[in-house]
């Protein structure tokens, strides 16, 4: 009788890491910052931009080295989709959250955008579509990719840990897509839902770390887009924020204060590129997929940020008189 050889214990098969990348959208961010840094990425390949105008889409991939044909621009998304691990997406939010159930549906998996949809709906199908598939997701939030913020946060999480838990915070994000030479002036979904959903992502991004999640919204209106947002938060904590896409001339920018026990504490500004950013975001996505592991920025995470979006416009959608309390006239002089 032979000895049966020694079996080696049976190891689950590391999965390899999505190595070709799709852009999806053929904007100025698509470009110049997915495109451009998944091109610069040493372990990936950008195999080709999708648009819904095949034109641009080449236009595109032309302008990150595709015209000998290394990238390609094409309006066949399924045909894309077929040719990569991964994709990246550069939409406005309502056709991302379309666009990211048929990349999932197809296995693909997702670096997405912010806001990852315009309602909780069409939010909670990326959801339930990049689950069913199993693909990995991580929401590409420009200011957690950058080590000044995350170092920044960490030392507030110790401190939190320490003193006690952070108890208010005043954000503002303000852009100026009026002033001329401002490459969004013409995105009509930002011109539609202004401030609160394109700028409110990147608050609550550096808010919730801290604060944690956002139970109930208040607010009001300000000139043009302009609102503010009261969030009580479920940890009893309260913050507000101040957002706008249209800021004057000389008065845009974003500044972040938290406090409690710890102290008083202002977010300091990052010095790296969005395209160094979107490169440790694609890092995060390759080891989210090859460990199997869900990324704390996934597709849930982004969901959550577009319902505490949602309510806040529920709530201002409100007439004055039920969102507002009048303050009493002056008695005048
Ligand atoms: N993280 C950040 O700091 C940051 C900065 C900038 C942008 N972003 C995000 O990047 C995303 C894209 O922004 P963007 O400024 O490029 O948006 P955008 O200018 O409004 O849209 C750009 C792209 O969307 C395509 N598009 C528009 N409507 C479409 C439709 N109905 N079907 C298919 N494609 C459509 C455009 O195609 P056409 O050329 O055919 O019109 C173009 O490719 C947004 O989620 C935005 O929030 C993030």
Redesign the pocket.
């Known amino acids: 009788m032979t000895a049966a050889p020694d079996v080696p214990a049976a190891r689950p098969a590391p999965r390899t890491p999505p190595r070709r990348f799709a852009v999806l959208?053929?904007?100025?961010?698509?470009r110049t910052?997915h495109g451009a840094a998944l091109a610069a990425h040493p372990d990936v390949e950008l195999v080709g931009f999708w648009?819904?105008?095949a034109g641009?889409a080449r236009e595109a991939a032309a302008s990150l080295g595709g015209a000998g044909g290394a990238v390609r621009g094409t309006d066949d998304l399924d045909a894309l989709l077929a040719d990569v691990d991964a994709v990246t997406?550069?939409?406005?939010?309502?056709?991302?959250a379309a666009?990211a159930v048929r990349a999932a549906r197809a296995g693909r998996h997702l670096l997405l955008?912010?806001?990852l949809a315009l309602d909780v709906a069409a939010a909670d199908e990326v959801v339930a579509a990049a689950r069913a598939a199993g693909v990995a997701s991580v929401s590409?939030?420009?200011y957690l990719f950058q080590p000044e913020v995350t170092d920044w946060l960490a030392r507030l999480a110790a401190l939190a840990a320490e003193h006690g838990p952070w108890e208010g915070a005043l954000a503002r994000w303000a852009g100026t897509i009026d002033v001329p030479g401002n490459?969004?002036a013409?995105?009509?979904?930002?011109r539609e839902r202004g401030g609160l959903w394109?700028t409110g992502?990147?608050a609550l991004s550096v808010l919730l770390p801290l604060l944690g999640p956002v139970a109930r919204v208040g607010g009001g209106r300000g000139v043009r887009d302009a609102v503010v947002v009261a969030c009580e938060h479920a940890s009893g904590a309260a913050s507000a924020l101040s957002l706008t896409l249209t800021a004057p001339a000389g008065a845009g920018g974003s500044s972040a204060t938290v406090w409690g026990p710890g102290g008083r504490h202002d977010l300091p500004r990052f010095t790296g590129t969005?395209q160094e950013g979107f490169a440790r975001a694609v890092d995060a996505l390759r080891a989210s997929a090859a460990e199997e592991r869900a990324h704390p920025l996934d597709v849930t995470w982004a969901r959550d940020v577009v319902a505490v979006l949602a309510a806040a416009e529920e709530h201002l959608a409100r007439p004055a008189a039920g969102r507002t309390t009048a303050v009493a006239g002056s008695a005048g002089r």
Do not use: E, F, I, N
């Open positions: 959208g053929t904007g100025h961010w698509a910052c648009g819904r105008d641009r997406l550069a939409l406005p939010p309502h056709v991302q666009v955008d912010k806001p590409y939030m420009t490459p969004y013409a995105s009509a979904w930002r394109d992502p990147h969005p």
